[in-house]
């Protein structure tokens, strides 16, 4: 259960400032008119008053846990008057912290990770000032403290931090050094509570057989003088029909207890959006006369495997929703709000639409990060986004003996579990990330990892919050070792950090990867270009500033630059330190194709019927900092190249081909969605990239959530050495194109291509490929591209400011053509200057405004 804020309460967001001192440099509230303050957005840190002040930049040198941070504001409130109560709320203060009203000191809190409610009425004088402490954390983690640490990791530069329930991310050097969150990040509000109060609430959706049933705890407060109220009823309502159960009321020493159940006949279930609707009822509680809107609430059901027995740490994952398989697919989570500045709603929806968009069902909060608020779960539930929610712990050895730590631990878990559970989306609880990994890999004893906090206080709680969903240990887990990947869940670089062989994926047997296809994606050119701003030549690759958006493992002597670099020579034989050398805007080309073309390979590899993969977590979603991070989304929300080719790897309706030696070339299809799908496929042969050879067309038909798998050659009717394997002679073919269309109006659904041969490995003239596109109007200032080209093009590339294209990084097969939406970021855009590229063409085709 969680304490219920209302939504009309007043968020303290305006008139903020802020200032820095040297540690305990101002202790004193009375004492802060003489800092430098500058302005100040709440909820905010420290390094968005610096950035939108001009003194820092995300990837610059910053100590911010070298400083006291104070901010302030002034607001206008009266006292409590009559019957109510006033509620100063303040979501979540980085790190250790003091928060003074009216000089007065009201709260003192020490993690980042729990939420504070003070009762203020009697505090407020009409004119009011609150100012918040945010104290250094350098000399607080030089305190000698125990009980002493087991092991030590290189995640971050200080052992102690494991003390401290602050967020990793901006204290871990390899990949994320800066900035560290410090400041009040969450909102803070002022609520005033008249006549009853909600003090904790519970809704528990269950299915059972066709129905939905929604469990209610409900704890209420009658304040001041108010009768207790002669009835309580819950609501739920979905369509225009409304459904209605009054709730029995118990009477405590608190106030009131009020429970109950409410049934829903045929019940309209929850899905993943790859899979069906995310169906939602609207909750209200009516107490008397006043209603209190819940939010909404979804009925699934979950499990972790088909079967009753299954056993994560042993089988893995294999989701199923609503008794159906979901093939999960997604990428860590990064908060967006990196320069320290909240993102409003609106951004949030973005982003997570783009999410959606991408075709990823499934996204993880990591433990090295922060917990998400209810907004972001309110709309995970509505865009039909499964979560993958850690407990934030990572690799650290957390002194759970300490009795204050763990009575910090267990409150920041109820508060956390008590926004999370009952929540539909809600797929996975993780207890840390790769705590178990860590101490495998140190060569310590088995358990060591787990113990108290994570084999038994965390998964207690959990199922006394009746989470509806599978609890892992840790991730990575399962095995003889945690970081085994054919058991239980596994961090899988071999393809990625390990630089194995395409052909790894298949062998490593990965059941489900929580973690995997780590790259450093290179971002678009004007994101390349943002790195040095002032200079007229492009930036080099071993610049300095463009290192340091790059990730690394701190230790080795090398980075995930060399990681691309490894795939670019497996997958194009191209020699990337010689093509950096002559021709670097090649080489950033080819980089940003590379590893989105593996990640599909590698989602088509798990995705197929015969894999025991039930899913895969990109890392991560977004980078951070400019540059070529782990993202496949850049610093400011723009796609890279990988994202569009994750996108159609993981459409709900796709199709792609595996290589499969000597047995030949599979076609794939998946229909994920809730209808059955029946479409038109064609399997074409082509001779230097152009010449046609062979093709065969079948109409296919698939039921919902089906899939389906053909070999190329058992559709052409006979042996034509597909992927020349045999190699009894020259080979026939250098292309294979799969293209699915739609029956009823010959649309084009998904398309794959394969070249057996390898890659094109020259770039031609424009006019022999016989490129060309034309632009039509669309609704308001959106495009319609229409691309086509006598030869292959591969690669398409659409670069259009001021428009965001649905598809990009395509190939349009010889002879064929291929619509793109370009949807108008403003009002006024125009394809001025646009242009399209191809990895196989020299130069560029400029495109032209439409008529």
């Known amino acids: 259960m969680t304490s219920w804020p209302d939504p009309d309460a007043v968020r303290l967001d305006d008139g903020w400032e802020a200032a820095a001192t040297p540690p305990d440099g101002c202790t004193d509230p009375a004492g802060l008119d003489g800092l430098d303050w500058r302005p100040a957005h709440v909820p905010g840190t420290a390094a968005g008053v610096l950035a939108a002040a001009g003194r820092w930049r995300a990837g610059a040198a910053y100590d911010f846990d070298a400083e006291d941070w104070w901010f302030r504001t002034s607001f206008e409130a009266s006292p409590a008057a009559g019957e109510e109560e006033v509620l100063l709320r303040l979501g979540g203060i980085a790190t250790v912290a003091e928060v003074y009203l009216n000089g007065e000191l009201v709260l003192e809190s020490d993690s980042m990770f729990i939420s504070h409610a003070v009762e203020v009425g009697g505090r407020l004088r009409g ?30 530069a200080d052992s102690n931090l494991r003390f401290f329930r602050t967020m990793l991310l901006g204290r ?36 059972q057989g066709d129905d939905g049933v929604l469990a209610v705890c409900v704890g209420l407060r009658v304040l001041g003088d108010e009768p207790a109220p002669s009835a309580i009823q819950i609501e739920l309502e979905r369509g225009g029909t409304t459904w209605r159960e009054e709730l029995g009321v118990e009477t405590t020493d608190g106030g009131l207890i009020a429970t109950g159940e409410l049934r829903v006949p045929d019940v309209s279930r929850w899905w993943p959006h790859t899979h069906g609707e995310a169906a939602l009822y609207e909750a209200r509680l009516c107490v008397a006369e006043r209603g209190f809107d819940l939010g909404r609430v979804g009925f699934r059901s979950l499990s972790a495997g088909a079967q009753p027995g299954h056993d994560v740490e042993r089988d893995g994952l294999d989701l199923h929703v609503n008794g159906t398989a979901i093939f999960a697919r997604g990428a860590v989570w990064t908060p967006i709000d990196a320069v320290g500045l909240a993102p409003t709603v609106a951004e949030l929806r973005a982003a997570l639409e783009q999410v959606r968009d991408a075709g990823m069902n499934l996204l993880r909060l990591p433990g090295t990060s922060v917990y998400e608020d209810r907004t972001f779960f309110d709309l995970c539930d509505e865009l039909g986004l499964l979560v993958w929610q ?103 670089y071999g393809v990625g950090g390990y630089r194995r062989p395409l052909d790894d994926v298949r062998r490593s047997a990965v059941r489900f990867a929580s973690e995997c296809l780590a790259f450093a994606n290179v971002p678009d050119e004007a994101a390349v270009e943002e790195l040095l701003p002032d200079s007229a030549t492009p930036i080099p690759v071993h610049h300095p500033r463009w290192k340091a958006g790059v990730p690394r493992d701190v230790g080795p002597g090398w980075d995930f630059d060399d990681v691309r670099d490894h795939y670019l020579q497996l997958l194009f034989g191209v020699d990337p330190g010689e093509l950096r050398r002559y021709d670097q805007e090649r080489y950033l080309e080819l980089s ?112 919902a959530h089906g899939s389906w798998q053909r070999g190329v050659e058992e559709l052409l009717g006979h042996f034509v050495d597909i992927g020349w394997t045999f190699r009894f002679g020259p080979p026939a073919q250098n292309l294979i194109v799969v293209s699915l269309r739609d029956e009823r109006d010959e649309s084009l659904l998904a398309q794959s291509v394969r070249f057996p041969l390898g890659r094109p490995a020259t770039a031609e003239p424009i006019e022999r490929l016989g490129l060309g596109a034309t632009a039509h109007r669309a609704s308001g200032a959106d495009v319609r591209l229409v691309i086509e080209s006598r030869r292959l093009a591969y690669g398409v590339r659409i670069h259009a400011p001021g428009f965001e294209p649905a598809d990009n990084a395509f190939s349009v097969a010889p002879g064929g053509q291929q619509a793109v939406l370009l949807r108008a970021l403003q009002d006024d855009a125009s394809l001025t200057g646009a242009a399209l590229t191809a990895l196989n063409a020299r130069g560029r085709l400029r495109l032209e405004d439409p008529r």
């Open 127 to 156: 004119d009011n000032t609150l100012a918040i402490r945010c104290r250094a954390l350098k000399p607080l983690l030089a305190v000698r403290r125990r009980p002493r640490a087991r092991w030590r990791t290189r995640l971050v």
């Open 172 to 207: 871990a050097p390899g990949f994320a050094p800066g900035p560290a969150a410090v400041g009040p990040w969450r909102p803070v509000i002022l609520e005033r509570r008249p006549g009853v109060a909600i003090d904790e609430l519970s809704l528990r959706p269950q299915v």
């Open 390 to 492: 850690d407990f934030m712990f990572a690799n650290l050895d957390y002194p759970i003996a300490d009795d204050d730590f763990r009575v910090a631990v267990e409150r920041e878990a109820r508060e956390q579990l008590g926004v999370i559970a009952g929540r539909p989306s809600l797929a996975v609880l993780c207890g840390n990330s790769e705590i178990e990994q860590q101490v495998a890999m140190l060569g310590l004893p088995d358990g060591l990892g787990r113990g108290e906090l994570f084999g038994e206080l965390l998964p207690g709680l959990a199922r006394a919050a009746a989470v509806d969903a599978p609890y892992v240990p840790s991730a990575p887990c399962g095995g003889d070792l945690a970081f085994r990947v054919n058991r239980g869940v596994a961090n899988y």
């Open 592 to 703: 940003r194709a590379v590893t989105g073309e593996t990640m599909a390979e590698v989602f088509g590899e798990w995705r197929r019927p015969e894999s025991p993969c039930g899913g895969g977590i990109v890392l991560w979603l977004r980078d951070l900092m400019p540059g070529a991070g782990w993202g496949v989304v850049d610093h400011r929300g723009r796609p890279k190249v990988a994202y569009h080719h994750l996108r159609r790897a993981l459409a709900p309706v796709a199709v792609w081909t595996t290589d499969e030696g000597l047995n030949g070339v599979l076609a794939h299809v998946a229909n994920d969605g809730p209808s059955p799908l029946r479409a038109r496929l064609r399997v074409a042969l082509y001779r230097d990239f152009e010449q046609p050879v062979d093709e065969a067309q079948e109409t296919i038909e698939l039921p």
